[in-house]
Structure formats: C-alpha cells, structure tokens
T-cell receptor, first 117, second 118 residues
Framework: SAVISQKPSRDICQRGTSLTIQCQVD?????MFWYRQQPGQSLTLIAT?????????ESGFVIDKFPISRPNLTFSTLTVSNMSPEDSSIYLC??????????????FGQGTRLTVV | AQTVTQSQPEMSVQEAETVTLSCTYD???????LFWYKQPPSRQMILVIR??????QNATENRFSVNFQKAAKSFSLKISDSQLGDAAMYFC???????????????FGQGTILTVHP
C-alpha cells in the first residue's frame, strides 16, 4: 500500500491569491494524479504529474491556472492560481500502488478543502 | 472516451438489509478495471472492491459483492447486512488496462449518496 500525506487539509483564501497544495508519498511512485471534486460532484482529473517532465493536463485545465511540480518520485505540488470562488473545491492527490502498471489499486490523500471568498 | 454513469443520486437502506448501487460504463477497450470507492464525510477515498474485466467471476469482499455484466457494460455493487458505517458517497470508477500513456487515470461516475437507517 501507499500512505499519502496531503497538506493543507483545508484553507480559506481570498480571491486573486494562490494556494499550493503538497502531496507526500511514503514510497516511490511513477505517476501521481491531481483530481478536483467540486461541491457535491464527482472527481475530475486535472493532470498527471510525471517526474522529470512536465505534467500532462486534461481538457479544460491549463498549466497557468494549475501549475504542478514533481521534483522527485515521492512528492508533488499543485498550485491553484489567481483563485476565484469557482475554484472552491476539494483537491485530491492520488498515486498508483507499488509495482506501477501491474498494481491496479489507486491510493488517495485525504484531500484539501479549498474555499475562496 | 470512457464514460461512467451512476443513475441513482441517492439511496437508502435499513440497517442489516441489502442494497444495490447501479453503475454503467461505456468503453471500446477490452482490457480495463472497474472499482467502487467509498467517500465518507472525512473525504478519504476508500477502495471497496475491484473487478478485472478479463475475469468472469464476480468479485467479493466480505459484505460487498459486484454483479459484473461485461456485455451489458454494467457493474453494480451489492452491500449485504448494511451497517451504519456504510453510510457514505459511493463512486464507480473505470481504469483502462496496463500499457499506453493514460494508464492509472480513473474516470468516475457521478456518485451515489447512501444513507443507512438504524
């Protein structure tokens, strides 16, 4: 299994500011994923964070708004930039289990509840 | 693109009874995995059960079992002997098989809120 520590667990931010969310894993993983969960909604993939290369963004998400860093195989950050109330969501970090492709289980951090006022 | 549909926004069950949550999906791939995740108010996503598409046998995990109908692209979750701790949001999720650039990504359904009445 993989244990994920995600920080902060929650924050209230002013519009126009930025927040950086950290995701730390207790083992080396190839791929890390960032999801957004808007209030009462399902999870939507923002991007895949790859170590040693730029993140791969899903349709509707751009690097200027959601810059991602992946400096090593156990850590990633997601920044929500120039926030507006529409960015109020839960942001979740996820990793695949040890063993990479052959392990189908995904593990999740506890999420960051962001409120933009 | 793959899609996952959960048509039941809310379900309720009496404690100790059985409830079934529905999920359908659409894919053109033959190799994939299906999952049910539970999200309690703590926000932590918890894997309930998984099913490999190549396996004909339905997966079971204690009180949780699935009815996997590959031809119909249906993947329902049955919770037997429901407990108060089962109350949560349940998400059905799809993941393509190994290989390619998009492995590991999960596509989620809209979720079903399960209420358990004492």
């Amino acid at each position: 299994s993989a244990v994920i520590s995600q920080k902060p667990s929650r924050d209230i931010c002013q519009r126009g500011t930025s927040l950086t969310i950290q995701c730390q894993v207790d083992s080396q993983v190839t791929m890390m994923f960032w999801y957004r969960q808007q209030p009462g909604q399902s999870l939507t993939l923002i991007a895949t964070a790859n170590q040693g290369s730029e993140a791969t963004y899903e349709s509707g998400f751009v690097i200027d708004k959601f810059p991602i860093s992946r400096p090593n195989l156990t850590f990633s950050t997601l920044t929500v930039s120039n926030m507006s109330p529409e960015d109020s969501s839960i942001y979740l970090c996820s990793v695949e289990g040890p063993g990479g492709e052959m392990n189908t289980e995904a593990f999740f951090g506890q999420g960051t509840r962001l409120t933009v006022v | 693109a793959q899609t996952v549909t959960q048509s039941q926004p809310e379900m309720s069950v009496q404690e100790a009874e059985t409830v079934t949550l529905s999920c359908t999906y659409d894919t053109s791939e033959s190799d994939y995995y299906l999952f049910w995740y539970k999200q309690p108010p703590s926000r932590q996503m918890i894997l309930v059960i998984r099913q490999e598409a190549y396996k004909q046998q339905n997966a079971t995990e204690n009180r949780f079992s699935v009815n996997f109908q590959k031809a119909a692209k249906s993947f329902s979750l049955k919770i037997s002997d429901s407990q108060l701790g089962d109350a949560a949001m349940y998400f059905c999720a799809y993941r393509r098989g190994a290989g390619g650039t998009s492995y590991g990504k999960l596509t989620f359904g809209q979720g079903t809120i399960l209420t358990v009445h004492p």
